[in-house]
């Protein structure tokens, strides 16, 4: 099978990845170059309100996803929490929640987006090859504490959130703290300027030069150089 895929991906006329951190694996699996273009996202149907008194996962419920750490962080530390998703943890996980702890399973986008606008923060405390839901709490005007691994590097901003290095509850745990620490100042205009990095108009922008030519500068490679580029 691996000598098959290997053959199969020499037969690939150009990659192209959807991080920096896919775009390493390409390199490091096949030896061979890609070209990063995020993913969009649909920046218009998220807002921003007042925070309650919550923080928010959004996630498939799988366990490399580590929300089981999540759960546990904070059944510990009774801070409130609510889990927007569906998959095979989720009644290992509701088992394990405390009173503080609601899974809500699957919700329509409407109240999602609603539980996107008042949470006081994303928890991403999984790896991700890039990771849609820190870019959609940026576009609520919401921080984002996370792993500090993966896709989350690349799309949420050191102004953006609090990363944390080990995947340990402990961890987790101080990393809410320091976001507590920190919570004043965040402003949310500043996240949802961010998030338009990641709009549909950027990534039409980023495809099209692939699509017709198969290949992009090499500077447009840099992250940095999709700032400024939104042309809603």
């Not at 099978?1 to 390493?24: G, T």
């Not at 409130?80 to 943890?89: K, Q």
């Not at 899974?103 to 849609?132: M, Q, S, W």
């Not at 205009?189 to 998030?195: F, K, R, V």
Request: charged letters at 25%.
């Amino acid at each position: 099978m691996r000598l098959w895929d290997y053959a199969s991906a020499a037969r690939v006329d150009y990659f192209v990845a959807n991080s920096r951190n896919v775009q390493n694996r390409i390199r490091k699996t096949y030896r061979r170059d890609s070209q990063v273009v995020y993913p969009p996202v649909e920046l218009d149907s998220f807002y921003w309100k007042p925070p309650d008194d919550y923080f928010l996962v959004v996630s498939g419920l799988v366990p490399y996803k580590r929300i089981d750490s999540a759960v546990r962080a904070f059944t510990r530390s009774g801070r409130r929490l609510i889990v927007v998703g569906d998959g095979p943890e989720y009644r290992r996980l509701k088992a394990a929640a405390g009173s503080n702890v609601t899974l809500l399973g699957r919700v329509p986008d409407g109240d999602l987006h609603d539980l996107y606008a008042r949470c006081r923060a994303l928890v991403l405390p999984g790896e991700e090859d890039f990771g849609l839901t820190p870019v959609e709490a940026l576009a609520s005007g919401k921080p984002v504490i996370a792993l500090g691994r993966g896709g989350a590097l690349e799309t949420v901003p050191q102004s953006g959130g609090v990363f944390y290095e080990t995947p340990s509850d402990d961890c987790l745990e101080a990393a809410i703290g320091r976001f507590e620490a920190l919570e004043p100042g965040f402003r949310p205009t500043a996240l949802q300027a961010h998030a338009r990095r990641f709009s549909p108009g950027v990534f039409a922008s980023r495809m099209m030069p692939i699509l017709d030519e198969g290949i992009l500068p090499d500077a447009d490679l840099h992250p940095a150089a999709y700032s400024g580029s939104e042309n809603r």
